[in-house]
């Protein structure tokens, strides 16, 4: 079985500290008891994705503590994993307080895929830094007994 988890940080446990220190100022014990029971389950926040050869199903969750929230879906058959380049760019319009760029430039993050046969055509696996999702991908290519491509470069190689 291949497993992947990351730690998922959530903007929103800080403001439900920060209800829970409001809640605690106006003598709002049950209020603040609430959020305060809220913020430390999502303090302790995770995204992963579990792929089971033998049972041919994979799924993709998120994890609070004890608690998992996502289902098992059929897993089509794997052709091979990819590494590619996706371009991080300061044009976006996102609510999200993300660190982007310097105005006309853009940063670079790496994606890896288990390109499958069927509609969904692949399944995203996790992205990060080149070093760990080289890793990551050779990890999951010799757990799944298949071929890795490396394509963050425009000559783009096998490297499993």
């Given at each position: ?10 903007i ?15 003598a ?123 394509f ?9």
């Amino acid at each position: 079985m291949y497993i992947y988890e990351r730690y998922n940080f959530r903007i929103f446990t800080l403001l439900l500290g920060m209800m829970t220190v409001m809640f605690l100022v106006h003598a709002a014990y049950a209020g603040a008891l609430i959020s305060a029971a809220l913020a430390v389950l999502l303090t302790f926040s995770f995204q992963g994705i579990k792929i089971d050869m033998e049972g041919k199903r994979f799924i993709q969750y998120d994890r609070f503590l004890m608690i998992t929230i996502g289902r098992w879906e059929v897993l089509p058959p794997p052709s091979y994993v990819t590494i590619v380049r996706i371009n991080l760019s300061n044009q976006r319009t996102t609510p999200a307080p993300f660190v982007m760029p310097e105005s006309g430039k853009g940063a670079r993050s790496f994606k890896v895929n288990l390109v499958v046969e069927h509609d969904m055509r692949y399944i995203p696996i996790c992205r990060g830094s080149l070093d760990k999702m080289k890793e990551e991908a050779l990890r999951l290519g010799k757990t799944l007994d298949i071929r890795v491509l490396d394509f963050t470069t425009p000559d783009k190689h096998w490297i499993l």
